[in-house]
T-cell receptor
Framework: NAGVTQTPKFQVLKTGQSMTLQCAQD?????MSWYRQDPGMGLRLIHY???????DQGEVPNGYNVSRSTTEDFPLRLLSAAPSQTSVYFC??????????FGPGTRLTVL | AQSVTQPDIHITVSEGASLELRCNYS??????LFWYVQSPGQGLQLLLK??????LVQGIKGFEAEFKRSQSSFNLRKPSVHWSDAAEYFC??????????????FGRGTQLTVWP
């Protein structure tokens, strides 16, 4: 099992560009979520999904879109990147026990 | 509203000394509680979790945590710290059923430095 995988590992964008961060899990988990990590702020929830076709907003959803067409995949889209979105992004999946299994992260820089 | 407070931003201890990292939470339902550790440039690793039952839970790497409902606390402890324990530690809270599943709320983290 690969667990939770994320691509890319690193990305540099210019302000206004769009991109999609990919996340996949092979544990057949119902729940998936996206967090961003900024220095001194811990991890903050962006969006989450409780199953295929069902998503909801977290604490900091502005500027991000998600969709979940399959159980395995949960991509995060930045529609028009801003410097404030420079961060490390973690995808996670969980089962009924709510223990989050994290991917390795994507380090994003927006210039 | 749900929230987690880790009052200590940075703690420094000597190798071999005991350690306690504090965590207080606010959550409107029965909480599931977690401690994660993150080494520099790495992802998050689960140290331990509390779901129910015995309020003292054991984790990996010799860590333990005690759940105190009356104080809304879930402090992490280790009797003797090793240099390899230097990392950032995060406390998190989540729900245990239904619509509360699928996400956690994290504290801002405590950075641990270990002196040789």
């Amino acid at each position: 099992n690969a667990g939770v995988t994320q691509t890319p590992k690193f990305q540099v964008l210019k302000t206004g560009q769009s991109m999609t961060l990919q996340c996949a899990q092979d544990m057949n988990h119902e729940y998936m979520s996206w967090y961003r990590q900024d220095p001194g702020m811990g991890l903050r929830l962006i969006h989450y999904s409780v199953g295929a076709g069902i998503t909801d907003q977290g604490e900091v959803p502005n500027g991000y879109n998600v969709s979940r067409s399959t159980t395995e995949d949960f991509p995060l889209r930045l529609l028009s990147a801003a410097p404030s979105q420079t961060s490390v992004y973690f995808c996670a999946s969980s089962g009924r026990g709510n223990e989050q299994f994290f991917g390795p992260g994507t380090r994003l820089t927006v210039l | 509203a749900q929230s987690v407070t880790q009052p200590d931003i940075h703690i420094t201890v000597s190798e071999g000394a005991s350690l306690e990292l504090r965590c207080n939470y606010s959550y409107g339902a029965t909480p599931y509680l977690f401690w994660y550790v993150q080494s520099p440039g790495q992802g998050l690793q689960l140290l331990l979790k509390y779901f129910s039952g015995d309020t003292l839970v054991q984790g990996i790497k010799g860590f333990e945590a005690e759940f105190k409902r009356s104080q809304s606390s879930f402090n992490l402890r280790k009797p003797s710290v090793h240099w390899s324990d230097a990392a950032e530690y995060f406390c998190a809270v989540g729900g245990e059923r239904g619509s509360t599943l699928g996400r956690l709320y994290f504290g801002r983290g405590t950075q641990l430095t270990v002196w040789p």
